[in-house]
């Protein structure tokens, strides 16, 4: 081989080519005869290089081997809507050139930029805004990378404050919040370092007829290599963000945007937005009168209304009856405690700023609880245990209190104070696997049970920096897996993504929109157990200490409440709905009959309600259908004389000349059977 060419792998084959070559060069020799594969989303816009991100543009080495990255896939997506955020910064600085920039990364489903600007943008803003970044895709601005000393780079960005921070915490900054609970933890203030954290680089846009530059960034790249590469975008919103995510440092003004690798594909997602929109938790809670956030209370905070409170009710009385059947003794502890209790379970070191603050009693401090697990521990340790009491199921409904930053709290879904459905399971070493499977197995049947079918697991394995001893790691992670096994669950593995205490399971689910939600884990705790020196008597007399199964299968009420307010846009399933029957009498003088058939519903255990008000009968079917309710009964004269009503459903169907009992029979049927009518 000449000293000019190079070795290099392509599609699982070897392949000689000539020294200079970039990785767009290489991935053309790969191409069909007939050219690039045609379709939206197969367009190569980046390579993976020796498995790294690369830029078309970036030369190879001898011994490289070379992917494309094509623009519909995972990775190809980020990069061309972090290119995107890239457009959208320039188009900022050229209609408002006094913006200095924040950061710019690619999030899921889209991207944002964060900009120091003397006031909000408005809706017109990013109209003008988004005007612009059409003229720069339309141009064909090519993105050029460069590698810069630090200095240099402070040089050429010597008026943006931001940047120049972030040169100097190159290599050792924590990742800032961005301040949405959408976004991807892997947003680092890094985003603008090349990998590796030792060398800086540089994008420029450059003007593709001159090739002088238009703009720049220091970034890390990559990038796809010009802005027509750049299919469909658009502007969504803006909002105040704090640099880095902290309430001490200045507050940025952030632009949201999507992007997608055709026309088609972003409005699909739009249409999906507007669909959640449409379901948005906080949104049916008000409307449905179920709950609500009393700013004389505070963020975070919520408050259940007699509807909302009744489907809670509901849920929790189920659940704890399935919990029963499981053989879970309930327990109940209290809100708060004092600080020895979580500095010996290590959580004051671990967690103490998502704690809230410490208050003074009797000369002791005292915190509110944001985890049961300590108290449950206690009560364990509150008498000597024998082999033969294992496994001990705990199980609470327990309040818990965390100190989310306000940029995160998001309704239900994202609280400060919420109800975890909590237990903690302690077995011996030989009881672990068969109690993971079984636990497994029931959390999945009750998440069935409340219509939730589509499900997803991800098994997180030991951390490169973990404590505790590597065999009862590879014990508790084979026993995980084999609980997922048994199952049947769809899973995949997170190596190195477990807690640094201990591996676990996350149970996701899709909802009925296709909208993917983190619910139940399942965590083996290496750690509690040793820091509270909890023990049992084995069979040989001898003093062993227990395994214990940390398990929220819901995660908290208040989110599943939300989950499920989502899932069914508010038309709960009639065992969950706060009103299952409205009465609507077509006079006055029918209320007392359909007082009567109500009567006989509650005697069933149905909730009932007869609309009394002074409104006509067609605005109380319009105001049940508005609640949602499952079932309408309708009773005029006719109806009275043959013993009848005339049973009307949600979505409009309706049967006329029902008799009384068979309509009762029907509705209690359908509670009973706890599915969507």
Known sequence: ??????????????????????????????????????????????????????????????????????????????????????????????????AKLGIGPPVENGFYYDFDVAAPFSPEDLKAIEQRMRQIVKQGQRFSRREVSDEQAR????????????????????????????????????????????QLTIYDNLDPATGQECWKDLCRGPHVPTTRQIPAFKLMRSSGAYWRGSE?????????????????????????????????????????????????????LPVFHPKGATVRRVMEQYSGRRHEEAGYQFVHTPHVTKEQLFQTSGHLGFYADSMFPPMELDGARYYMKPMNCPMHVLIYSSRGRSYRELPLRLFEFGTVYRYEKSGVVHGLTRARGFTQDDSHIFCTPDQLAPELASLLEFVVGLLRD?????????????????????????????ALKHALDASGLPYVIAEGEGAFYAPKIDVHVKDAIGRRWQLST???????????????????????????????????????????????????PP????????????????????????????????????????????????????????FMLLAGDEDVAKGAVSFRFRDGGQRNGVPVADAIAEIASAVQRRIQV
């Not at 490289?64 to 600085?93: C, L």
């Not at 079918?453 to 992670?477: C, I, Q, Y």
């Open 1 to 98: 081989m000449s000293a000019q060419q190079l070795h290099i792998t392509l599609a699982g084959r070897e392949h000689v080519v000539d020294a200079g070559t970039t990785a767009g060069d290489a991935l053309r020799l790969s191409e069909p005869a007939g050219g690039p594969a045609a379709g939206p989303g197969s367009a190569v816009i980046a390579a993976r290089v020796n498995g790294e991100l690369r830029d078309l543009a970036a030369p190879l080495a001898d011994g490289d081997a070379v992917e494309p990255v094509e623009v519909g896939s995972d990775d190809g997506r980020a990069i061309m809507r972090h290119s995107t955020a890239h457009v959208m910064a320039q188009a900022v600085q050229e209609l408002f050139p006094e």
């Open 155 to 198: 040089k050429e960005l010597a008026g943006e404050p931001y940047k120049l921070e972030l040169i100097g915490l190159k290599g050792g900054a924590a990742a800032p919040d961005a301040g949405s609970p959408t976004a991807p933890s892997e947003v680092s203030v890094e985003e603008a370092v090349e990998v590796g954290g030792s």
């Open 248 to 300: 001490k440092n200045p507050q940025l003004q952030r632009i949201y945007g999507t992007a997608w690798e055709s026309r088609e594909a972003q409005d699909e997602y739009l249409k999906l937005l507007a669909e959640a929109e449409r379901r948005d938790h906080r949104r049916l809670g008000a409307e449905l009168d179920l709950f609500s956030f009393p700013t004389e209370i505070g963020s975070g």
């Open 450 to 478: 409340f219509g939730l079918t589509e499900f997803e697991a991800e098994l997180s394995t030991r951390p490169e920096k973990f404590v505790g001893d590597p065999a009862e790691w590879d014990a508790a992670e084979a």
């Open 522 to 572: 399942l965590q083996v705790d290496f750690q509690e157990p040793g820091r509270f020196g909890i023990e049992y008597q084995a069979p040989d007399g001898s003093r062993q200490r227990p395994y214990m199964i940390h398990r929220a299968l819901f995660g908290s009420i208040e989110r599943f409440f939300g989950i499920l307010l989502e899932h069914y846009a508010g038309a709960f």
């Open 575 to 630: 065992w969950l709905a706060p009103v299952q029957v409205t009465g609507i009498p077509i006079t006055d003088a029918h209320v007392p009959y359909l007082e009567n058939v109500a009567a006989q519903l509650r005697g069933q255990g149905i909730r009932v309600e007869v609309d009394t008000s002074d409104d006509r009968m067609q605005k109380k079917i319009r105001n049940a259908q508005r609640q949602k309710v499952p």
